[in-house]
């Protein structure tokens, strides 16, 4: 059967995988049983995609990741170089916990910074920014940039990536776009044309 997703010579691809259309897969990944990964991805080198993860369209993967079971990424997620997902609160390396590992799902158009940790069952919000290095501990709100350690949130993000900066109304253009977002009881929401 001829597939329709790239992979390098020395990427490992387990059986039972679905790769979608498109999709590129870089030097030394390895890819795990069971995993989906959608459309026209970019999965980077020496990285590992565990069983069952769930990538969506266009998530674009970087160098050094590993991606463990527990992780739902949606579509057009981005993952930073050697950002890290955890999937147990507590390891032990005496101790097998197998089957608690714990969810974390990364909303669509999410970024997460080089070097990050996402701490697992927090989830990462729509178009959230989370910065280089940074440690996450709890939930990311939708459009939220945060920063540090652990990561404490600093302002807002739009869907191009631009810091956003509120009037006295609570409303921010987007520098590149033109789209308006509206700060209101402490979230963010993009408003309609």
Known sequence: ???????????????????????????FSHIMSGCIIGENCNIGQNVVVSPEVVLGRNVKVQNNVSIYTGVICEDD????????????VNPRSAVNR?????????????????????????????????GAGAVVTKEVLPYALVVGNPARQIGWM??????????????AICPESGEKYLLENGRVRKMGK
């Open 158 to 171: 739009s869907e191009y990536g631009h810091r956003l900066k509120f009037d006295e109304n609570g409303i």
């Open 98 to 130: 197998r089957g608690q590992y714990a969810r974390t799902v990364v909303k669509k158009g999410a970024t997460i910074g080089a070097n990050a940790t996402i701490v697992c069952g927090h989830d990462i919000g729509e178009y959230a920014f989370v």
């Open 1 to 27: 059967m001829e597939r329709d997703y790239f992979a390098h010579e020395t990427a490992v691809i387990d059986e039972g995988c679905q790769i979608g259309a498109g999709t590129k897969i870089w030097h």
């Open 77 to 88: 997620v981005f993952l930073g170089p050697s950002m890290v997902f955890t999937n147990v």
